[in-house]
C-alpha cells in the first residue's frame, strides 16, 4: 500500500501544474450555471397571436383582453379572415392564432355556445404547444364564467404545482446543472488521463514496473473523486449565490450521493481511457457516451415523456439519476431513506464500470 | 557462469507476420548483451517478450529464473527498462521522478532519501535537483532516465535505443554508468544502432527477419566475417533482410 502514496504524490502533483486544470474545474461550472439556466427555458412567454374576431362583440372583446392580459401573448396583428391570419403564421410574425366564430355572443344563451378556434404554428413545437396548450386554459376558463347554464360550466380546475411553487424553470434546472457538469468534467478528464500517459511513453514505463493494477487504477480515481467534490461546492455555491436556491433536503446527503456516483463515473472515464489509443480516440468515445447520458438524463426531457424504449434505455443511465437525486433532494426535501434505491444502482455503476477499468487496464499484452 | 536470460525459441507472431522467430540465447549475470538489428527486424518486440510486456506465442523464456508466460509480475520486480522513448515524467522535478520510482521498487524513508542523493552524486545533478525534467537537457535525461531504471538493483536493465539522438561525449558517459552498473553484477541488455556502442559490448547478437543470424563476442564475430569493425559485419548481415523497414 505504500506504493499507492507515491503514485498518488504523482497525480496530484501532475493535476496541480497543469495550468488547464484550474480552469476547466472553477470556469466551466460558472459558466454553465450562469448560462444554461437562462439559455435551456422553456418557460412561454411572448407568444405572439393573431386575432380573428368575427363576432366583433363586446364578449368576443373581453375575451381577447382576458387572453392577452395572461401576460404570455403578445399581440401581433388582427385579421379580417383566417387566410390573412394564416399569412402572418407562414411569414413568421405569429406564432398562434385564435379565431372567435360570429354569433359568439349570441350562442351563450342556448345550450351550445360556440367555441372560438386555435391554430398554433408547429413549426416551433415546444412555443405552438405551450400557446395553444395556454390559449385552451384561458378560453375554458373564460366560457365556464360566461356561461349562464350550470351544466355546461366544466369543474373547475385549479392546478397547484408541487415543489416548485413559482414553477421556476430555473429552479427545475439548477440542479440538473450541477449533476451533468460533475459528469462532463469528470468524466472528460478520466477518460483522457491515463491516455495521455500512453501518448507520452509513461505508461510502458508504469507497465513494466511490479505496480498492481488495481493500485494504479485507484491512484487515477482519487484525483477526480476529489475534483467532483470540488465541482459539487462551485455548483451548489453559485446557485445559492446566484439563484438563491438552498437544498430542501440534506446538503450532506448530496455529498454522499456524489461520492458514490464519482467513483461510478470516474471508473466510467478510465475504462475509455485504458482502451483507447490516443486522446482524439478517447475524446470522441467519452462524448458520444456523455451527450447520449445527458440528453437521456431527465434533465430537458422528463423520462416519462420519453418512448417507452427509451425509457428502458435510460435504466443504464448512471446520470439519470445522479439528476434525479439532485432534484429529489433540492426540491422536494428528500431523505436518505426516500433514496436508497438510486444509491443502490450507482453502487452497481461504481462496481461495474471499475472492472471494465481493471479489464480494459492490461499490462501485458497478449 | 550463471545465466539470467535465457530463451528457446521463442516466437512471436501477429496473424501471419512473425515478428521473432524461434530465437534461442543466453545472457549471463553482470554481462552486456548487445542486441543489435536494423529497424522492423524483430529487436523491440522480442524485448518486450522478455520484460513481461508482451506474451510469447511459442517457445519459452526464463528471465531473471521466472517464465515469461505466466510469471510477468515476478519478472517487473528484477528488473529495470528505459525504453526509446522517454520515459520519466516530465512534469516531476529531478527529485521527484526518483522518488516515484524509488518508492514503487519498496525504497522507502531514509533509504530513499540517501538514494537520492547518491544518485544525484553520481550524475553530478544536485544543482538540479529541484528542475523540471522536461527543461534537461536530452543526454542528462537519458543519464537520469537509466539511473531510475536501476535504482531498485535489478538483476537485469532492458535499454532499448538509450542512447539515440544523444551527442557523443554524453553516450561515452551512458557507457561508463553500463559498466558501473555491470561491475555490480546487473546484466546490461542493449539494443542500439551505433556499431561503435556494439562493440562495447561483451557479447552481441545481430538479428536478421526476426531471426538471429550471428551471436558472439565483437571480436570473434569481426574475425569470423573477415571485418574491419562491427559496422561491417552488421551491414554484411542486415543486407539479406527481406523486410522493409517498420
Known sequence: MKTLKYLLEKEFKQILRDSFMPKIIFLVPALQLLILPFAANFEMRNINIGIIDHDRSVVSQQLVNKVLSTGYFRLSNVSATYQEGIRYVESNVADILLEIPAGFESSFATAQPKEPLIAANAVNGTKGGMGSAYLTGIIREYLAERSPQEAVRPAPIAATYLFNDNLSYKNFMVPGIIAMLISIIGGALSALNVVREKEKGTMEQMNVTPVPKALFILSKLTPFWIIGFILLSIGVLISWAVYGLLPAGNLLVIYLFTAVYMIAFTGFGLAISNVSNTQTQAMFTAFFFIIVFALMSGQFTPVSSMPQWAQHVTVFNPLRYFVDVMRMIYLKGAHLSDLAGQFGIVCIFAVGFNILALIGYRKTEG | ?246
Open chain 2, 1 to 246: 557462469m550463471n545465466n539470467v536470460i535465457e530463451t528457446n525459441q521463442l516466437t512471436k507472431r501477429f496473424g501471419s507476420f512473425t515478428a521473432v522467430n524461434s530465437i534461442s540465447f543466453s545472457v549471463g549475470r553482470g554481462e552486456i548483451f548487445g542486441f543489435l538489428g536494423a529497424n522492423g527486424a524483430g529487436k523491440t518486440t522480442a524485448m518486450r517478450m522478455l520484460c513481461g510486456l508482451s506474451v510469447p506465442t511459442s517457445g519459452t523464456a526464463r528471465v531473471a529464473g521466472f517464465n515469461v508466460y505466466n510469471e510477468q509480475e515476478k519478472i517487473k520486480k528484477s528488473i529495470g527498462y528505459m525504453s526509446q522513448k522517454f520515459s520519466l515524467y516530465a512534469d516531476l522535478r529531478v527529485w521527484e521522478n526518483i522518488r516515484l520510482f524509488g518508492g514503487i521498487y519498496g525504497i522507502h524513508g531514509k533509504r530513499l532519501t540517501e538514494k537520492t542523493d547518491e544518485l544525484l552524486d553520481i550524475l553530478d545533478l544536485r544543482g538540479e535537483r529541484n528542475t523540471m525534467v522536461a527543461s534537461l537537457p536530452l543526454g542528462w535525461k537519458q543519464k537520469l532516465a537509466f539511473s531510475v531504471a536501476i535504482i531498485h538493483e535489478p538483476a537485469i536493465v532492458f535499454l532499448d535505443e538509450p542512447t539515440g539522438g544523444v551527442d557523443p561525449a554524453t553516450r561515452r558517459q551512458f557507457w561508463e554508468l553500463i559498466y558501473q552498473a555491470s561491475a555490480r553484477g546487473i546484466t546490461a541488455f542493449v539494443t542500439t544502432h551505433y556499431m561503435d556502442e556494439a562493440e562495447y559490448c561483451n557479447r552481441v547478437s545481430v538479428m536478421v527477419d526476426g531471426k538471429i543470424e550471428a551471436l558472439d563476442a565483437p571480436l570473434a564475430l569481426r574475425q569470423k566475417y573477415g571485418a574491419a569493425n562491427m559496422n561491417e559485419v552488421f551491414h554484411g548481415l542486415a543486407r539479406k533482410a527481406q523486410r522493409s523497414d517498420e
